[in-house]
């Protein structure tokens, strides 16, 4: 597979060079029929060898399964998807031998698509991600460091702090990966100045 090609060469030399984790990215998309079964057996089989060829050179895999926010989808709709894609990831890292313990999970939130008209509560939210993740994610994997996929920073902080303190048991760290979030206030104040 193109992406893959090489991989193992590129993962020894980062590991030379200081590297102790990498992150793969795969994208999915709800719509009426999307994403397909064989998109999402495809993706979570690219992102288990990714991992399976990250350890053999000693680097931490983060595995990114992102489910796009686009479209008009409630949040039922989400954690349904979300929960077939973690279950496909975790059968795929499992038949690739991947050692969940040395492994972190860089998922979305459940979270209606950006278009749609109801509006839910960060409790709602936290209550559909903590379920789908209890549904799909062995305790093994030591963290989960949510992406924030498109929401603000405001947003994906009350997000995760409801994340964190709603009444299911949560056997996994449970962080943030934010980039853009957490930057964009600060660079909209500082405007290239």
Not at 85 to 98: G, N, P
Not at 128 to 136: D, K
Request: aromatic share 6%.
């Amino acid at each position: 597979l193109a992406g893959l090609d090489g991989l193992s060469e590129r993962c020894a030399q980062y590991k030379k060079d200081g590297a102790d984790f990498a992150k793969w990215r795969c994208v999915l998309k709800i719509s009426d029929n999307t994403p397909s079964a064989l998109a999402i057996m495809e993706n979570a089989n690219v992102l288990a060898r990714y991992a399976s060829i990250c350890q053999q050179n000693g680097i931490v895999p983060i595995v990114e399964p992102e489910i796009l926010p686009d479209g008009d989808h409630d949040l039922k709709r989400c954690q349904y998807v979300t929960e077939k894609v973690l279950a496909a990831v975790y059968k795929a890292l499992s038949d690739h031998h991947v050692y969940l313990e040395g492994t972190l999970l860089k998922p979305n939130m459940v979270t209606p698509g950006h278009s749609c008209p109801t509006k839910y509560s960060p409790e709602e939210i936290a209550m559909a991600t903590v379920t789908a993740l209890r549904r799909t994610v062995p305790p093994a994997v030591p963290g989960v460091t949510f992406l924030s996929g498109g929401q603000s920073e405001e947003e994906a902080s009350i997000n995760l702090n409801a994340i964190n303190t709603c009444p299911l048991v949560r056997p996994w760290a449970l962080t943030f990966s934010y980039g853009r979030a957490l930057q964009a206030s600060a660079l909209s104040a500082w405007r290239g100045q």
